[in-house]
């Protein structure tokens, strides 16, 4: 048995350091193009709404985001004509759209060749399965909860002393600082958990603490973006019916969303705290049992159907001569 095991991990390791180096500097690239993005985009969200925010930031954070797009435009096109024999079109086009909309996505992509492996910095090639999804789960938890913590002195900082802000410029600088970090790691967490994760839409529901989390900080400066970008709402600054949407409607959005997004990591703070309460495991093995069941339920009717094709082409059985 133990002979068995060791030939199972030369096996192993021989497949790990057959990747292509190619593959391997590819990934590693993209992997940090999109740290990149995701940072300037962190950094954009948190700063882009705040009124004591310079335009040099601004434009540099802009920048980098333009700069380092098109290589995802490039990469959707290289993954839709090398993915001809892994998925299907509408896969490999979904997949596509969503890494040039939004392409920190890319830090949970397979490999190009290795479709079954993902890429990780100080890891390497790793088979994407449960047993990664668990790793990087224990991985992230402690450092998760150390950040998430970080959220109570910029919430007493932000409205204990909140005339600071106008007051003084680092002030502001440092508490949009400490956000969008809390965000980024918030935002990498859950998109390599959502990538190994098997069941996508369930993953989402279960975490939807963590997807809230997530998503809020792009609501809030979406509606800020459209108002300066889109043409038609450029004309509004004509008829000085700008100030009315923005410093109403938008900043009243902006303020909602902003507390909504405390609130939640506050929640998401409290449940990794109190970790993992009887109640809380049961819940998760029931889901795990009622997942199982539609495996085994989906396994027996390809089962059936396999059956059923075997003995309709299996050849009608000759009777032996008789004697």
């Not at 509408?90 to 060749?113: D, H, S």
Request: hydrophobic residues 55%; charged residues 20%.
């Amino acid at each position: 048995m133990s002979r068995m095991n060791k030939l199972s991990s030369v096996a192993d390791s021989t497949s790990r350091s057959s990747a292509l180096p190619a593959e391997t500097a590819l990934s590693a690239v993209y992997f940090a193009l999109a740290l990149v993005h995701l940072a300037a985009l962190a950094g954009f969200s948190h700063r882009y709404p705040r009124a004591d925010a310079s335009p040099i930031e601004i434009r540099m954070m802009t920048a980098a985001l333009v700069v380092v797009w098109p290589a995802f435009w490039l990469e959707a096109a290289v993954r839709l004509v090398l993915g001809r024999a892994a998925a299907s079109w509408g896969t490999r086009l979904g997949l596509a759209v969503l890494v040039i909309l939004m392409p920190p996505i890319r830090l949970g992509f397979r490999g190009y060749i290795r479709r079954e492996e993902i890429w990780l910095p100080g890891f390497g090639w790793q088979r994407a399965d449960k047993e990664l999804y668990r790793r990087l789960e224990r991985i992230f938890s402690v450092p998760m909860v150390v950040l998430a913590l970080l959220v109570l002195p910029i919430l007493v900082l932000e409205f204990g002393w909140p005339e600071w802000r106008g007051r003084y410029g680092w002030f502001g600088l440092t508490l949009d600082i400490g956000s969008a970090v809390i965000w980024s790691a918030f935002a990498i967490e859950f998109i390599l958990l959502l990538s190994l994760s098997e069941r996508k839409l369930q993953f989402c529901v279960r975490r939807w603490i963590e997807l809230l989390i997530v998503v809020l900080p792009l609501l809030e400066v979406l509606p800020m973006v459209l108002t300066d970008l889109v043409p038609a709402l450029r004309l509004l600054r004509l008829l000085r019916l700008e100030q009315l949407i923005r410093l109403g409607r938008v900043y009243r959005l902006r303020a909602v969303v902003t507390r909504m997004w405390r609130a939640f990591l506050l929640l998401e703070l409290v449940q990794r705290l109190t970790g993992q309460t009887p109640q809380k495991r049961l819940r998760q093995l029931r889901e795990l049992l009622a997942a199982k069941l539609e495996e085994i339920e989906e396994l027996q009717q390809e089962i059936a159907r396999l059956e059923a094709q075997v003995q309709g082409s299996s050849p009608p059985a000759v009777p032996p001569p008789e004697h």
